[in-house]
């Protein structure tokens, strides 16, 4: 049975989704390729009907879901409020795939790799548009330095086995973050 243009579209979206959170939630290596079949509602035998290979849907799904990321709209203090969030640190399979994939994205693919970068560079440029400072260059460092901040707080948070240090991480960076005048950037 032939499947339709579109149908063969909203397949590849939901392996690309169902990858993206599985991935996030447990790792790359920890993920089969029958498993992201199933968690789309295919069977593992259409899988090479969609991609080249495993490291190809890893490259394809870090696009996939960084291109669904939503924008700050302007709004950096209500990004950094909601990305500090105790309902972020408990999502991780919805949540960042900056927090949850870098580590293990620095050891695949060079797609996969390139992919990372390029979506480094858009939400940089994102959060550079709303950053305080007078020139680009400031606006850039603002949103660099308070990126890796909010990122790293996140990875360190998930790592943490002790939830009240985890709840101080995110509280601590979240405070030391809108202190740094992001209130009146927008």
């Not at 924008?71 to 640190?89: C, I, K, N, R």
């Not at 959060?127 to 260059?137: D, F, I, K, N, Y």
């Amino acid at each position: 049975m032939k499947v339709s243009r579109e149908q063969v579209a909203e397949n590849r979206r939901n392996i690309l989704e169902a990858a993206g959170r599985l991935f996030r939630a447990r790792g790359y290596e920890a993920v089969t390729v029958s498993e992201v079949m199933k968690a789309a509602g295919l069977t593992h035998g259409g899988f090479y009907g969609y991609f080249a290979s495993k490291d190809d849907l890893v490259a394809q799904s870090l696009a996939h879901v960084f291109s669904t990321a939503v924008p700050t709209g302007g709004d950096v203090a209500g990004y950094v409020t909601q990305y500090l969030s105790a309902a972020h640190l408990q999502d991780c399979a919805g949540g960042c795939p900056m927090a949850g994939l870098a580590s293990e994205t620095s050891r695949q693919s060079a797609e996969a790799r390139a992919q990372m970068t390029a979506s480094i560079r858009r939400q940089l440029e994102r959060l550079s548009q709303a950053m305080p400072g007078v020139t680009p260059e400031e606006k850039r460092r603002a949103a660099t330095g308070s990126w890796a901040a909010m990122v790293g707080a996140m990875v360190l948070a998930r790592v943490c086995d002790d939830p009240r240090l985890a709840d101080e991480v995110l509280s601590d960076t979240r405070e030391w973050l809108l202190a740094q005048d992001l209130k009146s950037a927008n």
